[in-house]
């Protein structure tokens, strides 16, 4: 027989962590089209964009938040899912060569460098209209919580998400360059799909639609803190490290642009504590929300020591 | 006192169609996003395609439909809208430089050509999402009514729908030309979304999803017959008269390419009364549904005359 071991008192979220992220990348590969039938080269882009390791951080917050709120995990891999390809299709968008122009993503060429303009652009637009699709036809989910997660995804995408963030850092270059355009133009371009992921996972978890104030809050901060974290890594860039072209953000309104490094590393510092201090008052437990910020940042320590940062900085 | 008119038996199906497209109007120029707040460029490049006075033929089918089926058209308007903004979107989609590579549209610039490559791609994508949401946060329909026509209108876009069709539309200029390969892909790029369409009709007039089998054939051969008389009119061209660029379909695979126009007519002809044919099982009154045929066809009349169509195309 075996020793026991004493049961420790706190959840292990790493592992907790990379047990939902299998299950999401289970998922997504179940999901993700079989090149068979008609339009194989559409069906091929899709995979290529879905299943490339990306870090999976929205569909984790989204499962995460479920589970923190008391649901079940499983109930809500589908909606995770969901807002997984609703994001890569994003990159597909904002790499096209009328947008961003990349010719990298991930670490290999972009969508619409291995699979043309043309099936890219299809491509990104199955992708999204599947999310819905996937959502509506969920098993797991009563059908006002699915009407309410469809209402929310949308809401993240079109004329105030990510669409108005991509028109304004392409075509408003010059224009607003104050730190609340700013805030209001990343929330738009990374916040509003992080709010659609925390209130997916609470709806899922049986919140009611009024009561995700708490959850939309600590989205909108934890957002703005990854965005300029962003853009300081792109600022300094390191292709290799970021698998993405470097300086791509030049000229655009960026925190890089507006704040010195100080500023902007003591601004996403700020961000991530009120994102946590807004889970205070609904009694939410701050524990797992705070491992998933810290698992986040340990991904950004890693690419970008903020000492050489500052050298890099100082040397451009 | 004025003298009372004999009231008529039949319906007067002109003015039903009629009052439907005003309600139709009204509510699209609602939903249109105002030009004010951030991204107004995205918010003109949707208002310019979205009420550019198309045909509104599938939001009136779709209203047509539910009345056809005792329901009321009220309960209809927002799902017939959101299905004509999918529309409007795969039209802006359809003319970019990467695809169609088409100048004009509905008798002005393509989206593309006056709003910018960028925008018009950014404004497809909100149009889409935002038809989504506006099921979802449709008032007039039950949870699970919502969620099966969001279901049903994502798989008219995607991998077996809308995209799908422009992929092989696009790519498989020499691969598949016969009859029924070009009848599959002709009904991925416009019988899947008049199928959603009789779909969300019967749905919300109270049809369970498991009687729609007769509906989805008048929809499929429906959109075959107007994809018939599409190919015609784009192979004989004229631009003034369609508003589109003339001949952009040379070289792809359209009936005009694999038959003689003789075929191409009769081959619309069997189709439309396929597709009436189709309603008589399940006992639904073919009336309102063949007087909407007419009108269409009446349209089609008015663009082209199949003598002049014949001459013309003896001149190629």
Request: net charge negative; proline share 4%; aromatic share 4%.
């Given at each position: 027989m075996s020793e026991a071991k004493p049961e420790s008192s706190t959840p292990d979220y790493p592992e907790q962590f990379a047990?939902?992220?299998?299950?999401?990348?289970?998922?997504?590969?179940?999901?993700?089209?079989?090149?068979?039938?008609?339009?194989?080269r559409l069906k091929r882009s899709i995979r290529y964009s879905l299943l490339d390791g990306g870090k999976r951080l929205r569909p984790l917050i989204t499962v995460l938040t479920t589970e923190a709120l008391g649901g079940r995990a499983a109930d809500a891999i589908d909606a995770a899912c969901a807002i997984e390809m609703v994001h890569s299709a994003s990159l597909v968008i904002d790499d096209l060569p009328c947008m961003d122009d990349a010719t990298q993503r991930r670490g290999?060429?972009?969508?619409?460098?291995?699979?043309?303009?043309?099936?890219?652009?299809?491509?990104?637009?199955?992708?999204?209209?599947?999310a819905f699709g996937l959502i509506a036809r969920d098993r797991h989910l009563p059908p006002d919580v699915k009407a309410d997660l469809v209402s929310s995804l949308s809401k993240a995408i079109g004329v105030d998400g990510l669409c108005a963030g991509q028109e304004r850092d392409l075509r408003d270059i010059t224009e607003h360059s104050d730190a609340e355009s700013l805030a209001q133009l990343q929330y738009q371009k990374t916040g509003a799909l992080f709010v659609a992921c925390l209130e997916a996972g609470a709806r899922i978890?049986?919140?009611?639609?009024?009561?995700l104030a708490p959850l939309q809050a600590f989205g909108t901060h934890m957002g703005l803190a990854f965005q300029i974290l962003d853009d300081l890594l792109d600022a300094v860039g390191q292709s290799a490290a970021t698998g993405k072209d470097h300086r791509a953000d030049l000229g655009k309104q960026t925190y890089a642009a507006i704040m010195s490094l100080d500023e902007a590393e003591a601004q996403a510092s700020r961000e991530l504590s009120c994102a946590l201090e807004?889970?205070?008052?609904?009694?939410?437990?701050?524990?797992?929300?705070?491992?998933?910020?810290n698992l986040v940042l340990a991904a950004y320590q890693v690419q970008v020591d903020f000492g050489q940062v500052r050298q890099a900085r100082a040397r451009v």
């Amino acid at each position: 027989m075996s020793e026991a071991k004493p049961e420790s008192s706190t959840p292990d979220y790493p592992e907790q962590f990379a047990g939902i992220r299998n299950k999401i990348e289970r998922r997504l590969t179940e999901i993700a089209p079989s090149v068979s039938g008609t339009a194989p080269r559409l069906k091929r882009s899709i995979r290529y964009s879905l299943l490339d390791g990306g870090k999976r951080l929205r569909p984790l917050i989204t499962v995460l938040t479920t589970e923190a709120l008391g649901g079940r995990a499983a109930d809500a891999i589908d909606a995770a899912c969901a807002i997984e390809m609703v994001h890569s299709a994003s990159l597909v968008i904002d790499d096209l060569p009328c947008m961003d122009d990349a010719t990298q993503r991930r670490g290999k060429p972009a969508n619409h460098i291995a699979h043309g303009e043309d099936i890219a652009i299809l491509g990104a637009i199955s992708l999204i209209s599947d999310a819905f699709g996937l959502i509506a036809r969920d098993r797991h989910l009563p059908p006002d919580v699915k009407a309410d997660l469809v209402s929310s995804l949308s809401k993240a995408i079109g004329v105030d998400g990510l669409c108005a963030g991509q028109e304004r850092d392409l075509r408003d270059i010059t224009e607003h360059s104050d730190a609340e355009s700013l805030a209001q133009l990343q929330y738009q371009k990374t916040g509003a799909l992080f709010v659609a992921c925390l209130e997916a996972g609470a709806r899922i978890a049986g919140l009611p639609q009024d009561s995700l104030a708490p959850l939309q809050a600590f989205g909108t901060h934890m957002g703005l803190a990854f965005q300029i974290l962003d853009d300081l890594l792109d600022a300094v860039g390191q292709s290799a490290a970021t698998g993405k072209d470097h300086r791509a953000d030049l000229g655009k309104q960026t925190y890089a642009a507006i704040m010195s490094l100080d500023e902007a590393e003591a601004q996403a510092s700020r961000e991530l504590s009120c994102a946590l201090e807004a889970l205070e008052p609904a009694g939410i437990n701050q524990a797992p929300f705070a491992a998933f910020l810290n698992l986040v940042l340990a991904a950004y320590q890693v690419q970008v020591d903020f000492g050489q940062v500052r050298q890099a900085r100082a040397r451009v």
